[in-house]
């Protein structure tokens, strides 16, 4: 009669799990500021260009 062969491993994944929840929550706050950044650049171009604006009609009357 033959014997039966058994392998077992266990892999603690805790670390791992534990760097991708950090990865996945740095990348969130990454998206945030980009998105806050963003928004903020525009509304500078945006101010700045009504600024442009004015300054030619105040130099045109």
């Known amino acids: 009669m033959e014997e039966a ?3 077992v491993v266990i892999t603690d994944l805790t670390d791992q799990k534990r760097s991708e929840e950090m990865l996945r929550r740095s990348h969130g706050e990454l998206e945030i500021k980009v998105r806050e950044r963003t928004a903020a650049a525009s509304e500078g171009k ?3 260009r009504v600024r442009q ?3 030619r009609r105040s ?3």
């Open 5 to 7: 062969q058994v392998c």
């Open 59 to 61: 130099f045109l009357h």
């Open 53 to 55: 604006e004015e300054g």
């Open 46 to 48: 945006f101010g700045q």
